[in-house]
């Protein structure tokens, strides 16, 4: 199987993978606005196992979100083991019915459920567990491999931890350069990341703070202040693609255009036609919190949020933005 990773134009511009958030219908629309690569939610491997119906369901994808990233979280290698045979055989693309690109591993989850488990961050401070983990990973799948992880898990640092991994193939290392304690807000160790640069051979990602404060130009500064002081490939974007997706055209382009009221209700009403289209209207539901995030900026936010709270079908959407 191809490694993408090292076909993508640098920089890459990466929807970084958020829980609850980086459906496929949001993939969708990142993608159209130039993210370069993106990232599942984060899946759980024994999920994968124990409940397959529901999980793989978290992991459909359409062709047009290609490269599309599958980020699974877990604590044991036979997990992975049994989750990545299961991946291979039921995700494809609706369209193609194409497999997805990439497999990622996450030891960046600091959520308190994840930890309990002995999965997501905690395994930083694991290193035999983090290095089977990988090595199970790599063994039984044809995909590229890569693993997102965190500036520093209590005494271990980023650099430590990829100290350990030195010999294996991994494709992509996502850093987010906050600690576990910080969670996902915070100062960002870009100097981690930098310090990171010589461990890591294939394509590095500096990920944390992009586009969450300022309008477009601010985002477009950050984005390359960061790739600038990190030596990175590419960066992650998280909370800045909340109810702007359309920052990868503002980090891309020269141009910072604002977005009119008129082109943001264009581009929630395509998210929300798509996300009817997969789930229906608990989907719609559900993308509430996107809704309110699309109108933060405008001058009527308060009035429109006050109705988007309380959408139940995607009707109710067309009638509020007309
Ligand atoms: C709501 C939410 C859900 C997240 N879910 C995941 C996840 O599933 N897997 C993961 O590796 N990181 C997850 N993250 C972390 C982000 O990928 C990213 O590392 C973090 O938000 C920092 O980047 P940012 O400052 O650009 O947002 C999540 C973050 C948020 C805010």
Redesign the pocket.
Known sequence: MKNFWQELPKPIYAL???????DSAFRQIAKQFGADVV?G??ASAAGLVYNPKKTLALLEFAEIERPYVV?L?GAKPEHFVQALRLVDQKITARQSGGRPDGI?I?F??PVKKVARQGAGAVLMNDFKLAREIIKAVLANTSLPVSI?IRARVGTISALDFLKNLADLDIKAV?I?G?TMAQG??GA?DWKIIKQARPLVEGVLLA??????RGGASVARDDARDLLKKTGADGI??????LGKPWIFENVKSQISKVKTKEEIFKIILKHARLVNKLKGDSGIVAMRKHLCWYVSGLPTARALREKLVKVENFNDIKKILR
């Open positions: 970084a993978p958020m829980a609850g958030i980086t990232y939610e984060m980020q979280f990622d996450n960046g989850c997102k996502m987010h906050r996902n807000s960002v990920n944390g703070g992009v586009g969450t992650g974007i998280g909370q800045g693609a």
